[in-house]
């Protein structure tokens, strides 16, 4: 069936380093792709997003590729911080369709 | 500042005891998520309202409803509580249109369920 699913599920980086986050999805009709952070005993928080009309998107210290040839999203976090520690979730959108989460990879931030 | 918010944050109950959460908006969106999230895993739809409009996933036990009164205010009922519905359940929101494919959406705090 169709799904989104992740690389690593956990990522250990020092302090100031940067992060990349890998995402796989199957599902060729999804047009729209999010980031989600979530912390220990909260709910998602969105990051960014990206529309599959675009190959790349920046935000304040996080940019999203989307390789659609290959079917690959990733989250790339600049000079992480230990308040990046969290799961962080890739999801998908169909067209018109409900966002489909990947499983989830564990950032840890060592100082 | 606009939200979803998910009462209580915890919440216990008993084996076969019905219980029901709650979540409200001030996003003024027409859609509400309810998502299952179980430890170390992704969430989980259950159902979501488009409107008034009640969209069950296929998986989605008997066992498992959802109220939906006005736009700000969506309830979970679980009718018999088993030990593998403790969990997180968030909720979520989205503004969907007729033309828009894009379906952002945002999500509370959750509800953590122990089932004893």
């Known amino acids: 069936g169709e799904s989104v699913g992740l690389h690593l599920p956990t990522l250990s980086v020092q302090e100031g380093d940067n992060s990349i986050i890998n995402c796989a999805y199957s599902n060729s009709a999804s047009d729209y792709f999010i980031w989600y952070k979530q912390e220990s005993g909260k709910g998602p928080q969105f990051i960014i997003d990206?529309?599959?009309?675009?190959d790349k998107r920046q935000g304040q210290r996080v940019t999203v590729l989307l390789n659609k040839t290959v079917k690959h999203l990733s989250l790339q976090i600049a000079a992480t911080q230990p308040g990046d520690s969290a799961v962080y979730f890739c999801?998908?959108?169909?067209?018109?369709?409900?966002?489909?989460f990947g499983k989830g990879t564990k950032l840890s931030v060592k100082p | 500042d606009a939200m979803v918010i998910q009462n209580p944050r915890y919440q216990v109950t008993q084996f076969g005891k019905p219980v029901t959460l709650s979540c409200s908006q001030t996003?003024?969106?027409?859609?509400m998520y309810w998502y299952q999230q179980k430890s170390s895993q992704a969430p989980k739809l259950l159902f979501h309202?488009?409107?008034?409009?009640?969209?069950n996933e296929a998986d989605t036990p008997d066992n498992f409803q959802s109220r939906r009164p006005n736009t700000s205010f969506c309830f979970l009922d679980i009718r018999s509580p088993g030990l593998g519905d403790a969990a997180m359940y968030l909720c979520?929101?989205?503004?969907?249109?007729?033309?828009?494919?894009?379906?952002?959406?945002?999500f509370g705090p959750g509800t953590r369920l122990t089932v004893l």
């Open positions: 999801a998908e959108i169909p067209y018109q369709g409900n966002l489909i």
């Open positions: 996003l003024n969106h027409n859609v």
């Open positions: 979520a929101t989205s503004n969907r249109d007729k033309i828009s494919s894009y379906n952002e959406q945002f």
């Open positions: 309202y488009y409107d008034k409009d009640f969209n």
């Open positions: 990206i529309r599959s009309n675009m």
